[in-house]
Every structure is written in structure tokens, then in C-alpha cells.
């Protein structure tokens, strides 16, 4: 399993930016998976989540603001982010598990500015 992170880049606070993560195999669909972000000197903090089934979990920093979704036919999972603030300025990573394995992507910048 790999994953494949993108769509960061420097956005204004106030703007959005949608993040997308290409899991290559074909167990997809019945994988949990995770953003999370990391910023310098921090941390690495859980954004939010999405079940196999679709459920979501968001931390209370992102909720209300940040969507994650997927879509199965694609291998893709999405995190959508509106209403950007500067402290969300981060490596964001998606995630995922199977059995004892988990995996990372490679990570994709996000800076919010003033």
C-alpha cells in the first residue's frame, strides 16, 4: 500500500484549499483513513477521520470547517478545508492501517497567510 498526497500550497486565511490522497492496491474500500497534520516544533495532531463506511470524526480545531470524504472508484480520499486559519499552516499526511502495517504519505504543505 502507498500513499500518495497532494494539493497543498499558500492559501489566504479566509480561503480554502482541498487536499487529495491516491491509495494505490485494491483494498481500499475497506480501509479507515486518517489526516493529520504536523507543524514545526509541534506535534503531530489527528485532523479527522473516515471509516470504510464513511464515517467521520474531525478534531474540534477543524470541525465545522474541514470535510473529509472518498471515493472508493478512485482510490481517493479527500480532506476539504474552508475558512483557513494561519495556525492551520502545516504538513498535512493522510494515513491509513491494515493489520499490524500502517502508512504514510509523503506529506503536503499547507501555509495560510495573513
Known amino acids: 500500500v502507498q500513499l500518495q498526497a497532494s494539493g497543498g500550497g499558500l492559501v489566504q486565511a479566509g480561503g480554502s484549499l482541498r487536499l487529495s490522497c491516491v491509495v494505490s492496491?485494491?483494498?481500499?474500500?475497506?480501509?479507515?483513513m486518517n489526516w493529520y497534520r504536523q507543524n514545526l516544533g509541534k506535534e503531530r495532531e489527528l485532523v479527522g477521520s473516515?471509516?470504510?463506511?464513511?464515517?467521520?470524526n474531525y478534531a474540534d480545531s477543524v470541525r465545522g470547517r474541514f470535510t473529509i470524504s472518498r471515493d472508493n472508484a478512485k482510490n481517493t480520499v479527500y480532506l476539504q478545508m474552508n475558512s483557513l486559519k494561519q495556525e492551520d499552516t502545516a504538513v498535512y499526511y493522510c494515513h491509513t492501517y491494515s493489520g499490524f502495517k500502517t502508512y504514510w504519505g509523503q506529506g503536503t504543505l499547507v501555509t495560510v497567510s495573513s
Open positions: 492496491g485494491n483494498i481500499f474500500r475497506t480501509l479507515s
Open positions: 473516515i471509516t470504510r463506511y464513511g464515517d467521520t
